[in-house]
């Protein structure tokens, strides 16, 4: 599909996506459409159950809507035009009058520092009319920053409720709160939850960007933390900006110590809005978030990395100091804001590798292949690292090296044959990663082994126990 069909997002809508997190949009498929589409979802769950991971070849016409212009315009405008579908989807059958709990999807295991930084995103698409009554998915607007819930009943005040015609899908930030709704009609309701990784990081704006520049939406919820330089910042960032607020802020010492102690307020939002600020401080504010990097409690040492994570090549130094550390968070911590930091952080490669190569702390190798691939250069070297990775007596180490390796392209053609033997791998993510590094990296050698292996695991996705052979 050409950049010409897609319907891109407006600038509002975007502002929209950074303040609250999520997007209601809507596909305009035929009544007839997502009529068959749910009749063959019905047949599916009642004959073989879910299919899990097999939902978009068991239920062909599911792929119309990943091609459709709104639904790819949106991802592109998110994600950037070259968004990957991950291997990982699931179809939510909800008939339960009891409301589901309040949680933040989890990255198959892997219990990673999540991006403020839209680098993932999920789209939940509804094919039948879903009102309220039916059981929508429910989000809490502006919570995707938060490691914590910030709000303390289950039914809450603002909750904002994907409902509408047959083909209303929510997009949203990996990391949102989000919960299912009662569905107190007890009829059947199905959500088809589908999740995109961005492969490269951002050069410009991806959407129909007509006015450059940040500034709040003309409204959005009354129960959001007001964020502003975390929400600029995103901006600045998804425009092509990197590191647009460091230093944007003048401090002396005494004032960045001041704000720094706001790191260890019990209440989330305050303590990043006080981090944020102190990654446009220059110097003064980048050495207060080092100190609180190695601060006793774990959570003021998380809220430290991602002020640093956007103070600029003035918080490399200390990132680097950091790797060695004896305690497991900070040296996690460390890492995922040299990833954050991209190219600024090129310096740091050498000591990631050694991470990698070296360390006994399996939480600390899976944290090193993700920020490798996102700083990315030297491309040789990184590669050179990922592809050992793969052979990582750990799954997710495997698995997060094959994912890491889509974002090079051609630059990891090398690591072809390793990929090749990992898509024999006993766990799914990994061969299906692999597979997915194989087509982003696209050379003759990578096409040829991915052909072939596709060849080989083809299926029908109209064979079924009661219809084994013919027509």
Not at 241 to 251: D, K, Q, W
Request: contains cysteine.
């Amino acid at each position: 599909m050409t950049s010409q069909n897609k319907v891109l997002l407006t600038d509002e809508q975007m502002r929209t996506f950074i303040t609250e997190g999520f997007l209601i949009l809507q596909t305009d498929f035929s009544e007839e459409f997502h009529r068959s589409l749910s009749e063959q979802l019905n047949q599916v769950y009642q004959e073989e159950g879910n299919p899990g991971n097999n939902l978009l070849p068991r239920v062909r016409d599911l792929q119309k809507v990943f091609d459709h212009p709104i639904v790819t315009g949106a991802l592109t405008s998110v994600l950037g035009p070259n968004y990957m579908m991950h291997t990982h989807r699931h179809g939510h059958f909800n008939a339960s009058p009891k409301a589901g709990g309040w949680h933040k999807d989890s990255y198959w295991g892997y219990k990673r520092m999540r991006n403020h930084h839209p680098w993932w995103a999920m789209v939940m698409y509804f094919p039948q009319d879903t009102p309220v009554e039916l059981g929508p998915t429910g989000v809490m607007p502006g919570t995707q920053n938060y490691d914590t819930r910030t709000f303390e009943s289950d039914d809450v005040e603002g909750e904002a409720v994907a409902s509408g015609k047959a083909g209303t899908f929510a997009l949203i930030h990996y990391d949102i709160w989000h919960r299912s709704t009662p569905n107190i009609l007890g009829q059947p309701r199905f959500m088809l939850k589908f999740e995109f990784m961005r492969t490269e990081a951002p050069a410009a704006p991806s959407w129909d960007c007509i006015e450059p520049e940040w500034k709040q939406p003309a409204s959005f919820s009354t129960s959001i933390v007001e964020h502003e330089t975390m929400w600029k910042e995103t901006w600045n960032w998804l425009s092509g900006r990197l590191g647009s607020v460091a230093n944007t802020a003048e401090a002396d010492e005494a004032q960045a110590n001041a704000v720094a102690g706001q790191l260890e307020d019990a209440f989330e939002p305050t303590a990043l809005n006080a981090a944020y600020e102190l990654g446009t401080m220059g110097k003064a504010g980048v050495q207060a978030l080092v100190k609180a990097l190695h601060h006793e409690n774990v959570k003021v040492s998380r809220k430290a990395a991602y002020g640093l994570s956007i103070a600029g090549a003035e918080a490399v130094a200390g990132l680097e100091q950091a790797l060695g550390d004896q305690r497991t968070e900070t040296v996690v911590h460390a890492v995922f804001a040299l990833g954050e930091l991209s190219h600024l952080a090129q310096s740091a490669v050498p000591k990631l590798v050694a991470l990698l190569n070296g360390s006994t702390d399996v939480v600390i190798r899976q944290a090193v292949v993700d920020a490798l691939s996102l700083i990315k250069k030297p491309a040789a070297q990184v590669v050179e690292a990922l592809t050992a990775g793969l052979k990582d007596e750990d799954v997710q180490v495997r698995f997060m090296a094959a994912l890491s390796l889509t974002r090079f392209g051609a630059e990891a053609d090398s690591a072809v044959p390793a990929l090749e033997i990992a898509l024999e791998d006993e766990n799914r993510y990994v061969r299906g990663h692999a597979a997915e590094a194989l087509h982003y990296i696209g050379t003759s050698s990578a096409k040829d082994v991915l052909i072939r292996f596709l060849l080989n695991s083809r299926w029908c996705p109209t064979t079924t126990p009661q219809n084994t052979f013919y027509p």
